[in-house]
Each structure stands twice: as structure tokens, then as C-alpha cells.
């Protein structure tokens, strides 16, 4: 006989075994060759081998359930139970095409072929690329393809990375110790995790260092093993910070690096790392690039408009061979404070 204790993570016991344990007494109805313990968080199984994996895979579709509709009873064990010998739970989560189960029965996809193309080739691939205007979902897809391989245990952890880089406003400008000072730079993976995480499991999370989002200059010196690395706004990576993160690659590790090359908010003297990426790296097996486009966007429909507007004068500027004559974000915060 074996025994497994299975974490309850942040539920409260009495959501998922129900009050007076009714869901309890359904699964020991359901699952007779095993015996229940609950000890408050701890909830231990002891059986034998198979049939701990199978009530494992059981559990874990029942967290689901519970994530999606905030409620689970008797009737939904035994429906779930009935489904046991179909794709729902024989096949692994990471071939579903439901990414996440998020927040208020919100189920999060890729919604364009391109997304689709980036799951694909995370799936299939260690190190993707995923290169695209503002507002085509790299970011929120390739940070709920790190939430979906930690929930079906193909990661231990979630590293969220970004290049503080000043975009027009000054760090010294800002208010507050160093987090508070980069806390908004990373404002955008916060609010793709709380779409898809409950708040309470995210906040845990995040304190013991499950998910883990950071500067990329904390990523110096690290290997990170076991891990669902992403790489966001990388057109702000130099060539040496972006060559010094994807070094960081650990065993069973996934990496996505994310970013608009239209973007960059580096001085001229740099050069971003994101774009000689493909010129550098293209051939390697086990990397592979995902080109996002105006397509993509799923934004308010007036963004791909206005992209394709600003597109138009950069190529104006550039055949001309003059400088863009807008004044950057950086020259106006210094006539306003002048």
C-alpha cells in the first residue's frame, strides 16, 4: 500500500469536501479502495499504486471544477466520475485547449492562429520567441501557458521577468522603496495572473515564491531549474542581458521571450537583443520564433489603427532620412519641469 497527501493549497476544506464532509462521503462512495484522512489542510489518501494516480487526476479535475464555477457538490463529483474513461481526464492538461480555467467560469484560449501557433511551439519546443505589436496577447498567452504547466505540475515555478527600463519618467520620480519602484513595470503580468489566479492562491504564490516576478537583472547569476521562464517587453533586453537570461535555463525548464521591436525604449547606443535574435538564433533546433501581427490584436479595434497610422510615419521618417520631429516622452517630462 502507498499513501499521497494532496495539497489543498489556499482552499478552504470545507468548499471542497462540502458541509458535514457530504463531498467526502461521495468520494469514498466513488474511490472504495482507498482511505481518506483529513486533518484540517492535510488531506492524505492511502491505496494502492494505480488507484492513488487515478484519484489524483480525479482530485485535481474536482480543483478545477471548483476554480470554474466557485462550488462543487455530490452531483458534480459523480458527473466528473462518469467522465473518468473520456479525454477529460486521460488526456494531459497540456493538450487541452482550454488554457486556464480563470476567474468567474472564464475560459482563457488562444484566440487567433497566431496565439495558436505559440502554444503549439511551447508545447513542442523548450525556448519560443514570441515577437508582436501592443495588444496581440503574447504576453497573457505565454503567461497562461506558465499558469497551465504549474497547475498540471509540469513546472515547480513561475519566473515573470521585464528590463526596468525608463520609458519617459524616471525611477527617482517615483515614490516608495526599490519593489514600489518597479512594481509598476511589471503591472501587466500582475494583471493577466489575477485573471486567471484567485487572488488569495496568487497572493501565496507570490510569498513563497511559487511565482516569482522580477527585474531582469535579478535573473543574473541564476539557474533556474524546474521553472516556466517568460521574458516580457524583451525589446528593451541589450544583446548581453537577453544572451545573460536565456543562459539561466535550468533542467526541465520552458522559456518565452516576449516583446515588440517597435518599441524599444533603449538609448541609441544599444542595440536591443531582441532583434538580432533571429538572425542568431533561428537555426537551432529546440527554439523556434512566432511572429505576431496587426491581426492578433484584440484590443479595442481603433489600437490596430492607430499602430498602422504610426507605422505609416516611421517609414515616412526613415526614407527621408530625417529624425522623427515628435519629441520623446523623456524631452517633455523635462520641459514640464522646467
Known sequence: ??????????YHPIDIFGV??????????????????????IFKIVGDDRNIVIFENFFDVCLMHFEKFGKITPADLRNLMDTASSDY??????ADDVLVHGLNGRLI???TPNQRKLVEASIKNDLVFAI??????KTYT?????????????????????????AGESLGFLPGDMKE????YMMPLYDALRDMLPSIKLEKYLEDGTIEIAPLAYMRGRTLNNAFAILDEAQNATSSQLKMFLTRMGISSKFIVTGDITQIDLPKKYTSGLKQAPRLLSDIAGIDFI?????????????GKILEAYGKMDEKDESAGTSNHIKSDSQLTQLNHE
Do not use: C, W
Open 181 to 184: 519602484k518597479l512594481d509598476p
Open 142 to 166: 505565454a503567461v497562461a501557458l506558465a499558469v497551465r504547466a504549474l497547475k498540471a505540475k509540469v513546472v515547480k515555478r513561475i519566473i515573470l521577468a521585464r528590463p526596468a527600463v525608463e
Open 291 to 303: 511572429f505576431l501581427n496587426d491581426k492578433d490584436i484584440l484590443r479595442h479595434n481603433l489600437v
Open 109 to 111: 484560449k488562444a484566440q
Open 132 to 137: 508582436g505589436p501592443a495588444g496581440s496577447g
Open 1 to 10: 500500500m502507498a499513501e499521497k497527501i494532496l495539497s489543498l493549497e489556499t
Open 89 to 94: 481526464l486521460k488526456d494531459s492538461p497540456m
Open 20 to 41: 458535514n464532509e457530504i463531498n467526502l462521503q461521495t468520494m469514498k462512495e466513488l474511490f472504495p479502495g482507498i482511505r481518506f484522512l483529513v486533518r484540517g489542510e
